[in-house]
């Protein structure tokens, strides 16, 4: 998954009458069923402006609550998508024959690449 969409699926600006908040998604599991939980990073009063935008996303993709990369294939996930905090599910079941939640397939709006 690009960098760009990663930040597109993972963060979203939630607008109040007097406040912003920035957001960030998580992945959990339900037995072999993935769905998200959104988590507030960040509150603003007022409009949150492009800068502090950018600024707290760069900071959060940072965050290993939320993000890491695989050893394997330096490919950038969600945690969610990860089998360890350094190896991915998908590289887990290639390389080391571990069968992690469900199959990729059929994940369209959870799917980490794409």
């Known amino acids: ?17 007097d406040r912003t908040h920035l957001q960030v998604r998580s992945v959990h599991w339900d037995g072999h069923i993935p769905y998200e939980r959104w988590h507030t990073v960040s509150r603003r009063r007022g409009e949150l402006q492009i800068s502090d935008f950018a600024q707290q996303v760069e900071r959060r ?23 360890q905090v350094d190896l991915c599910q998908a590289c887990a079941t290639k390389n080391h ?4 939640g469900a199959s990729r397939r059929g994940r369209r709006h959870l799917h980490p690449h794409g």
Not at 1 to 17: C, D, G, H, K, P
Not at 97 to 100: N, S, T
Request: proline share 0%; aromatic share 14%.
């Open 97 to 100: 024959g571990v069968i992690c």
């Open 1 to 17: 998954m690009s960098r760009e969409n990663l930040i597109t699926e993972s963060f979203r600006l939630v607008r109040f009458a």
């Open 61 to 83: 993709l940072g965050d290993l609550r939320f993000f890491a990369t695989c050893k394997e294939c330096q490919e950038f996930l969600a945690r969610g998508w990860m089998h």
